[in-house]
């Protein structure tokens, strides 16, 4: 499902995904615009993530502040904020103009929460050596399957480099799983497999991918493009890896001969 973006994200928090609303999202995503002062508290009924996409803010929580500045989404780390249901949580916007993901779902499990730090982030070249570098990409891993058990997501970000692809070969799963679109620069655009269709996607658009579809991600030749990409633990049927598309598997072999190779 592409959800087409409305334009600039406005100063406050800005709905984009809406479980009930969206059929089978099974989770909330709004982006927090936040400028300099402006300050937004929170305390939703649901896990939620706060990630920084860019900018500079304070998190504060229980008897914590931290001050943490991301200038770029595309060439820094992240930091996100991880709390249970009920849990107040503050922000402050101390750069000029800074932007928050703020993901939640159900979980009545209750655990202490977790600041991320770049440092903490796992962010990997994906890709290299094969097909002639057409699906190198960065992939940054937040909130993983080994480590974070309590959790009801599995998240992180991916950067795809110009003209190439990412999350190739395709790949479905029985777990909703939405992605959030920027480009560098912001006129790029890409375009998203979504099982038998695609679409063009552009800044600050999101896919919604349920119901096993297939998805794999592709950016325009001069367009860097970012995703952050969510997927939801379904109770009783918890993610534990993708299903690969096997019919495109033989291209990750590193004696793959591809055109006009052969």
């Excluded at 094969?130 to 480590?147: K, P, Y």
């Excluded at 974070?148 to 795809?160: A, P």
């Excluded at 633990?233 to 291209?251: L, N, R, S, V």
Aim: hydrophobic share 35%.
């Amino acid at each position: 499902m592409h959800i087409k973006s409305q334009g600039e994200f406005k100063q406050g928090l800005n709905p984009v995904i809406v479980d009930g609303v969206h059929e089978g999202a099974e989770m909330d995503f709004s982006v927090l615009k936040l400028f300099k002062g402006d300050i937004h508290e929170f305390n939703i009924p649901k896990e939620t993530l706060f990630l920084l996409i860019q900018g500079e803010v304070r998190y504060e929580w229980r008897d914590e502040s931290v001050d943490a500045k991301r200038e770029s989404c595309f060439r820094n780390d992240p930091y996100v904020l991880q709390v249970p249901e009920n849990e107040a949580v503050i922000l402050t916007g101390i750069g000029e103009d800074s932007e928050v993901a703020v993901i939640s779902a159900p979980n009545p499990l209750a655990f202490e929460p977790v600041f991320y730090t770049p440092k903490m982030c796992e962010s990997v070249q994906r890709g290299e050596g094969t097909l002639r570098e057409a699906a190198t990409r960065i992939v940054r891993n937040i909130v993983n399957l080994d480590g974070v058990k309590f959790s009801k997501f599995f998240m992180g970000e991916v950067v795809n480099f110009p003209g190439k692809w990412s999350s190739y070969p395709p790949h479905q799963h029985d777990q909703p799983e939405f992605y959030f679109y920027k480009f560098f620069p912001e006129n790029g655009y890409g375009f998203s497999e979504d099982g038998d269709y695609a679409f063009k996607s552009a800044n600050n658009d999101c896919g919604l991918f349920t119901n096993r579809a297939r998805h794999s991600q592709s950016a325009a030749p001069g367009y860097a493009m970012y995703y952050i990409w969510v997927i939801h633990h379904t109770d009783g049927h918890p993610h534990t890896g993708p299903d690969t598309c096997q019919e495109y598997m033989w291209t990750m072999e590193k004696d793959a001969r591809i055109f006009p190779e052969e």
